[in-house]
């Protein structure tokens, strides 16, 4: 059984940086496209980054250039380094995972940019 645990959310000021990290169960991780999303009140959940098996990347346009996405296969881990936060950035954060024909989600992680 998959499972994605999210971690590093938290209050920044607008300016600010967080390292947000998502851990994966099982032994399918270096084989699975890993994403963030996110999704504020109110809102659809969006596509905010994410990296291929191959470690190909690719971003929101509201994102690129500030975001970094990266995944550790040694460690089962995706993180993803968001720096500039802006207030529009604010939501909650959740990891996704891509094998096949399985797709899990993590509980999220709350991002909250405020001065």
């Known amino acids: 059984q998959v499972q994605l645990v999210e971690s590093g959310g938290g209050l920044v000021q607008p300016g600010g940086s967080l390292r947000l990290s998502c851990v994966s169960s099982?032994?399918?991780?270096?084989?699975?496209?890993m994403g963030w999303y996110r999704q504020a009140p109110g809102k659809q959940r969006e596509l905010v980054a994410v990296t291929s098996s191959d470690g190909n990347t690719h971003y929101s346009d509201s994102v690129k250039g500030r975001f970094t996405v990266s995944r550790d296969n040694a460690k089962n881990t995706v993180y993803l380094q968001m720096n500039s936060l802006k207030p529009e950035d604010t939501a909650a954060y959740y990891c996704?995972?891509?094998?096949?024909?399985?797709?899990?989600w993590g509980q999220g992680t709350q991002v909250t940019v405020s001065s």
């Open positions: 099982g032994n399918i991780f270096s084989l699975s496209s």
């Open positions: 996704n995972l891509i094998f096949q024909g399985l797709v899990r």
